[in-house]
């Protein structure tokens, strides 16, 4: 089946997810933040980059409008294509509810504020999630129907209700801890995935709803604790993880750069490396290249210590810092060129290139660069 997606803000990161998922023959950037994909089944809620996802229509929109099962019709209209504005698309919209009237069908056409439907009112209509609640995504001659839109109350709730936070520390999004999963893991359906850097458990907790069982230390006695306490209220909200016959999370403390993890049954690895104090400005030369060349030092040091107690093969998913320059642009550890010699590969992807793995709000001092490498 073909699918056309809605990418998120970093939208080449979300291809570099998509591809990591499908493979990359499998996904076509189409620009304006959309992208087709070949796939046998589309799980848009393990996406931590794809707003929304529908699948192209074979036959003409009418026929499938005409085909729709009995009951009320709440219908939306969104077009993606170069040009489109609000006018033209609700114009659209008409022609196709007054088709399915003709059919003598009771309809409800979400009115348009824009040429398209936003992700809150797409999700709040529950448009592609239940029976007859139908949104069309139109990208010039093509036609989708929406599978669905990313959950933000459920991601809300998963980022703000946590019981254990910390403002320096800083918290990873639950979105980009399912990219880093999904760039590690590529979708296989189960194993470990470990969190060398786990905080308050943001990894861990995303691996555990995304079915793997999950693994994580900490420098820090009191990340530990929150991690276990995060992770504790999550299993108590969630039934799934309760019947899991495996305990959902493993935590131990150690150091990243000298740790023996207790357990070799270690599959994937996703983490937010430490990412140094938190800026208020973008750092003069001199604080960038200690901040650097720290971070550089950690990483390279945890990465020697890990590759001898990981299987050849093992993905790592790591975001790093990247620092906000004074012309505006972001630099980041760079130690790609020595990969080789500590062990590994760096994996790449046909849509997006290295310097396009960057995860930032507009000004943000310290950005997240994702890289991804493979254990030799
Ligand atoms: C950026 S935070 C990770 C935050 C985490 N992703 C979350 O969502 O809460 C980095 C973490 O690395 C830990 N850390 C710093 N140096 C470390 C080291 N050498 N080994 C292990 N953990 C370390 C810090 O205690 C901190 O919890």
Redesign the pocket.
Known sequence: MQYLTVLGREAKLSLAELEALFGGKNVTSLGHQLAKVTADSFDLNRLGGTIKAAQILEQPLADYLANLPVGKITLGFSDYSKGANTKKTWLLALKYKNILKRHGRNVRLIPATDAVISSATAHHNQLGEKLNHIEIIKYNDIFATSIGTQNITAYAKRDQQRPAR?AF????PPKL?QILINLATEGKSSGTVL?????????LQEAALMGYSAYG????EK?IK??QRNLDWLTEKTPKLQKSAAPAVTLEE????D?QWQSTDIDFVA?????GHPLSAAPADIKFKELKQDAET?LR??LKNIASQIKSGTQLAL?TPSWLRHDGSYKGVDILDEIENLGYNSIKYLNATQSDLLYHRENQIVARQIIVLRKK
């Open positions: 910390d520390v800083g918290m990873l801890a969190d060398p850097f786990c905080g308050t458990g943001v990894v230390s900490d420098l820090s990340m929150y991690s150690g150091d990243a750069t740790h983490s937010e490396i430490y990412l950690l040091a945890f975001a």
